[in-house]
């Protein structure tokens, strides 16, 4: 599928008046689409609700756009928290997915009445701890271990990974924290990320039905949700082919009909923590060609680096670029399209075939909006860029300033060393 930008050459020489680049860019029209879709998708269920994933995108802005359709809020910190919290997102619309979790946010997150889903069979004795009782909702996250698979096809591997309690372990908490005073459970697992197949819900949603029903009847805990948390991806590249948010829905529906319903567990809701799938397509880096370079490569310097988008430096992620305004011109020209960190993996893009680019081109790096700005850092004493939503009527409002010399040096305030810059 040809990527498109949802933005065009005037749009952005017009915003640039005002904002100058880079920035990212936010795409009102597509995430207000996309969460109707998903809720549609699942309206099947009576309990259904997506979580939104804050450290995708933790931009209250935008998250107040996906309340609308009914969405929560997953956080994974205490700011994350504070965030939901105070723009009002109710205490049990807020999941608190967290590992190797301070204390103190624990204490914060009971606080405000977030559910409080456990990463790990010690933590029960650690909450119980921190708060003096246990929380009379509460969830368990889940690691089978071994590999993913989906037919051949590997799609992670949990058993490497830091998540979640094995299948010994799950039951145990259960009847602990049942022996605790907790009294409605949820399961949690999410076991491959990005992926890009109609699959991996429905399968994810086996593996979890199957197990809420031998713990329902084993442990006799009440279960009232299970949470098939991230992992829906988006197609990144113009060769893959997009979800099916329907498809995928459906898929859900017809594993919950025949392992949920026939146990008499046809009312256990489905939650989800989606990140990359609400937001990523909707987002991208806006930024200009300000150098070439002719050595023995040739090299685009642009004015975003990988601060404001790690995840090439970081995974060798493959961003799709479009130069604005030569949309379809011929890709002609091979370039490493670099940022100005002194780093040689900070580059956007490394042999990639582009249309001849100019000094002052506009460059759109595509599907940053999750996980992009929000991985920002500030090495190189680099200053993270503006958040704009181009909203429905196509005008531009600005969601986050971008950072100023003064922020970066405001850690310094309680000392006078620099204190003209702070
Ligand atoms: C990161 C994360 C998500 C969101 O993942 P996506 O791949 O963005 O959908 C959801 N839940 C938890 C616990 C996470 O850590």
Redesign the pocket.
């Known amino acids: 599928m040809k990527k498109e930008p949802f933005v065009t050459l005037e749009q952005i020489q017009e915003i640039t008046k005002t904002y100058p680049t880079p920035f990212h860019l936010y795409d009102e029209k597509g995430i207000r689409e996309n969460a109707k879709a998903l809720k549609e998708a699942f309206a099947w269920n009576k309990g259904y609700k997506e979580y939104f ?1 804050v ?2 995108t933790p931009n209250p802005f935008l998250i107040n756009i996906l309340r609308e359709y009914g969405c929560g809020c ?1 956080c ?1 910190s205490m700011t994350e928290l504070m965030l939901s919290h105070e723009i009002g997102v109710k205490g049990d619309d807020i999941m608190f ?1 967290s590992n190797d979790t301070p204390a103190e946010e624990f204490a914060y997150a009971a606080k405000i009445g977030a559910i409080i ?1 456990l990463d790990d069979y010690t933590h029960i004795d650690f909450l119980e701890k921190t708060l003096g009782y246990i929380p009379e909702t509460i969830s368990c ?1 889940f690691n089978p271990g071994g590999i993913f698979q989906i037919s051949n096809d590997i799609m992670d591997n949990p058993g490497d990974a830091k ?1 979640g309690m094995t299948e010994e372990q799950l039951f145990d908490a259960y009847r602990v924290l049942r022996q605790k005073g907790a009294k409605h459970f949820g399961i ?1 697992a ?1 076991l491959a ?2 992926t890009v197949t109609n699959d991996y819900y429905p399968m994810l949603a086996k593996v979890l039905f199957e197990l809420a029903v031998r713990l329902k009847k084993e442990t006799g805990a009440d279960i009232r949700f299970i949470n098939l ?5 988006i197609p990144y590249r113009p060769e893959q082919e997009p979800n099916d948010i329907r498809a995928i829905g459906e898929g859900v529906r017809k594993v919950y009909e025949e392992v949920m319903v026939p146990a008499g567990m046809g009312d256990v809701a489905i939650y989800t ?6 937001m ?1 397509p909707y987002g991208c880096l806006v930024t200009k060609a300000i150098h070439e370079k002719h050595t023995y490569k040739e090299y685009i310097g642009v004015d975003a680096c990988a601060v404001n988008l790690m995840r090439p430096a970081m995974y060798g992620a493959y961003h799709h670029i479009t130069v604005l305004g030569k949309e379809n011109e011929p890709c002609d020209h091979v370039y490493d399209v670099t940022g100005s960190l002194c780093e040689n993996n900070d580059k956007f893009a490394i042999d990639r075939p582009l249309p001849k680019v100019d000094m002052g081109d506009y460059l759109v790096i595509h599907d940053t909006g ?2 992009g700005f929000a991985m920002g850092y500030n090495y190189n004493g680099k200053l993270k860029s503006a958040e704009i939503l181009l909203k429905e009527d196509g005008s531009a409002k600005l969601i986050r300033r971008a950072e100023t010399p003064k922020d970066y040096f405001a850690t310094f305030d309680c000392f006078d060393i620099i204190k003209n810059l702070v």
């Open positions: 994933a450290k995708a997953d994974s997915s889903n996250r998540y949690h999410f990320s990005n948390s991230g992992g829906v991806g923590e989606l990140g990359r799938f609400m990523g999750a996980h």
